[in-house]
């Protein structure tokens, strides 16, 4: 039953919702739904099929479409409810007091217009999925952020699934996040500054002498944008983003918005303090996708543990997709990818490097078109042997 009746259910992009008439339109979307339920329908089904749908433009089209796929992205079955805690989580919580307080604070995150009893009815949903999930699971620790993405799985997928699906991402994704101290999510934000100083080193030093840091992306990274972005479609369709891609995706976005920014310090000063509501959501997701190929995680490293020492983390653990790239992984048909579309004359000059003799050489973010986003996943041709074996060798 679909929760966001107020808002729709059509496409969650604006980039679907003009510019093409409405002819084409309608046939792109009509072979993406079918593409999407033959890979549905699959025996088994088609996990990399439905990571390339929903990094592609447009997403997963549909709430309809996401109570599908989501838990296929996530390998979670989606007629396996969790059990229901027998004892009295309110009560018991050391949490309780304060999910009460966001979850009260959260009425913008709901559709407008939504009648205000299935709306309360709704947040007490919500606080009762954030509380299972934490006495299930008592290595896991609530902050302050993290019912903004339950609220987003709650509203599209409805109270039992949204248990399952979060339960699994908060152990995998966002367990760095739920460490009792903040350590490894700042470890996390440290590779924000190397990736920007990778394409755009001007940028990277102006924001340096600035001294702005990074702590100005910790909500983006830890709401995955839920809480910082007012339009709920293009809320979800990030989450199709980052749930079929490396656990820190999230940060290679926050670095391409930034790197949209112009280098001086009224627009750096303005990005930061709120973040534009009409970005070009499918422009920066095909980019952050190209700045993962170019600069994985494994080779930002090095300088993202010079500026703080972290411990072992799940984005560490994870050691990005080149783990697999042996036996066709995402990583190595990512970087097939990248180079099948140059020339052979122009790999040398068109990749996204950051310029050795002239550290002010601004640089653009190449962007490989929405092409590579349906590439990007045509990269997990195995994903029902990736994710699965990942989850449960990496994440213990």
């Known amino acids: 039953m679909a929760l966001r009746s107020a808002q729709g259910d059509g496409p969650t992009s604006g980039h679907w919702d003009g510019g093409a008439e409405k002819a084409d339109f309608n046939a792109k979307r009509k072979k993406k739904v079918a593409e999407i339920h033959q890979a549905l329908n699959s025996d088994p089904t088609d996990v990399a099929a439905l990571r390339r749908m929903a990094i592609s433009e447009g997403g997963l089209l549909t709430d309809e479409i996401r109570r599908k796929v989501w838990p296929k992205l996530l390998n979670v079955n989606a007629n396996d409810p969790p059990p229901i805690s027998g004892k009295n989580l309110r009560q018991m919580s050391k949490d309780y007091q304060q999910v009460l307080l966001d979850v009260r604070r959260s009425l913008r995150r709901f559709p407008p217009g939504m009648p205000e009893e299935q709306r309360e009815g709704l947040q007490e949903e919500l606080i009762d999925i954030i509380l299972l999930i934490l006495e299930r699971n008592p290595q896991l620790h609530y902050y302050q952020g993290y019912h903004d993405i339950v609220v987003t799985f709650l509203l599209v997928v409805g109270e039992r699934l949204a248990t399952s699906l979060v339960e699994k991402l908060s152990t995998h994704h966002l367990r760095d996040f739920m460490d009792p101290t903040m350590d490894n999510t700042k470890h996390i934000l440290n590779y924000l500054m190397p990736i920007i100083d990778q394409v755009n080193p001007e940028l990277h030093d102006f924001m340096q002498s600035a001294e702005v840091g990074t702590i100005f992306a910790l909500s983006w990274l830890i709401t995955w944008f839920g809480h910082v972005l007012s339009d709920f479609r293009h809320v979800v369709r990030l989450y199709d983003f980052f749930l079929a891609c490396h656990p820190l995706m999230p940060i290679y976005f926050a670095a391409v918005e930034v790197l949209d920014c112009d280098c001086d310090m009224a627009s750096v ?8 509501q009409d970005l ?15 600069f994985p995680p494994s080779e930002l490293a090095r300088e993202a543990a010079a500026q703080q020492q ?3 983390t799940a984005a560490s ?35 996204l490097t950051k310029p050795r003799t002239n550290r002010f050489v601004k640089l653009a973010v190449m962007g490989l078109t929405v ?7 045509a990269v997990v041709k195995s994903a029902l042997e990736w994710a699965p074996k990942f989850q449960l060798q990496l994440f213990p």
Not at 269 to 276: A, D, E, K, R, Y
Not at 280 to 294: C, H, K, N
């Open 269 to 276: 000063h303005h990005l930061l303090s709120q973040i534009p």
């Open 280 to 294: 070009p959501y499918e422009t920066l997701i095909s980019r952050a996708g190209d700045l993962f190929v170019q």
């Open 310 to 312: 972290a411990e072992r």
């Open 317 to 351: 653990t994870f050691k990005d997709f080149e783990l697999a790239s042996a036996q066709q992984r995402p990583d190595m048909v990512l970087r097939q990818r990248f180079r099948g579309l140059l020339r052979p004359e122009d790999r040398t000059k068109d990749v």
């Open 371 to 377: 092409a590579l986003g349906a590439a990007a996943l």
